[in-house]
């Protein structure tokens, strides 16, 4: 009984460490591509920017390094840290209690729910992979799933932590749930009595988040992804509504764009549908917030290079299964260019519910 409540504790502590540490690389984040003071962003957006930032620092290190506890530690020492010292917020008290809150309202997520079915199938061991070895060239040859890249694993790497190792991989998925219900709870109060269409689509997800994605059994590689793109909709939505705050909308809308991407490729369809529209009907905004935040237009350039980079590390396409983004023959370790199209077929099936893992349409 006593070593269960000291484990409990130290998850919680832990738990704790890493969601502050996410939230101050946030804060850091802002502070390096956008620090405009009469710009408004929300706090509670902070674990998203910190989430971002956090992927392209994994795609960056991993290029040398591999993901061992200590280089982990250290990583989120440094987010933390910043956090308690360095982030100037109007509100950081409030913040802080407000995320300590979270976590004590959503801490059985990490303790009672079972894993997805493909966390053993091949998360668990894409993460471990990378907290044991640095990038490795065509690893898809291995596995059917490690052919399918996400920004998830990286993510996950970072957590692997002294004596609480592996326990806490999940939590990137704990962080994404946690900040979407509060963003979603704070668009609700705000504008319960000004915007109705903000507050209705606040109150339906709020709702529907907090009761088909509670269980963790739930969380493969898309579900974080797809909470963020309730996020994304909900400010692409302000942006056409409210007519204020402009370039913050677009700095978030085009953050949260490049962290979905990496988290599920097959979402950058939303991403050109958002800039389409943007370019139609709004693209004087478009182009000034370019030219106003050159410093945040690099980075997202270097962060979608590497990106890219990292897929073709997997399997020797930029963008799989697109065989058009493939070198089949200039590499030994590259996927074939039939195998490629057998798989393209074949996932084009799963996405149509004909097959799962215990069946398979024959027609």
């Known amino acids: 009984m006593v070593n269960l409540t000291v484990n409990t504790i130290l998850l919680f502590l832990s738990l704790s460490f890493i969601t502050f540490s996410i939230t101050g690389y946030g804060g850091l984040f802002v502070k390096i591509f956008f620090f405009k003071k009469k710009k408004y962003i929300n706090d509670s957006y902070l674990a998203i920017f910190g989430l971002t930032f956090l992927v392209f620092v994994s795609y960056c290190s991993n290029l040398f390094f591999s993901h061992s506890e200590s280089f982990n530690f250290f990583i989120h020492l440094v987010g933390f840290f910043y956090f308690i010292f360095f982030l100037k917020l109007k509100k ?3 913040l802080t209690k407000t995320i300590f809150l979270l976590i004590i309202i959503y801490f059985s997520f990490i303790l009672v729910s079972k894993n997805h079915d493909d966390f053993f199938y091949y998360h668990l ?28 694993m990286h993510l996950m790497s970072l957590t692997y932590l002294p004596i609480i190792k592996f326990y806490l991989v999940n939590s990137i998925n704990f962080v994404a749930l946690i900040f979407t219900s509060l ?38 590689t898309d579900i974080a992804a797809q909470l963020f793109l309730i996020i994304l909709f909900l400010n692409f939505l302000k942006f056409l509504l409210e007519k204020k705050n402009d370039e913050s909308r677009l700095f978030i809308i085009s ?3 490049i962290l979905i ?11 050109f549908f958002i800039f389409l529209i943007l370019i139609i009907y709004e693209k004087e905004k478009l182009t000034n917030f370019i030219i106003s935040n050159k410093k945040f237009i690099i980075f997202s350039i270097f962060f979608l290079l590497i990106f890219l980079f990292q897929n073709f590390a997997n399997n020797g396409c930029f ?13 030994d370790w590259t996927l074939k260019e039939k195998e490629i199209n057998e798989m393209k077929v074949f996932l084009e099936l799963w996405a149509k ?10 027609n």
Do not use: M, W
Not at 261 to 271: D, I, R
Not at 320 to 330: A, G, K, L, R, V
């Open 183 to 220: 963003i979603l709870f704070e668009n609700l109060k705000r504008n319960s009595s000004r915007n109705y269409i903000v507050t209705f689509f606040s109150l339906f997800f709020l709702i529907l988040i907090n009761i088909k994605f509670k269980r963790l059994s739930e969380y493969g």
């Open 353 to 362: 519910s004909g097959a799962n893992p215990h069946f398979t349409a024959t």
């Open 92 to 94: 950081k008290i409030e």
């Open 319 to 331: 963008l799989y299964p697109i065989s058009q983004t493939c070198f089949f023959y200039d590499f």
């Open 125 to 152: 061991s894409s993460t471990l992979n990378l907290v044991d070895n640095k990038l490795q060239f065509g690893l898809g040859n291995l596995k059917l799933g490690y052919r399918h890249h996400s920004s998830i």
């Open 261 to 271: 991407l990496s988290l599920k490729v097959s979402y950058t369809f939303y991403g």
């Open 255 to 257: 953050t949260i764009l």
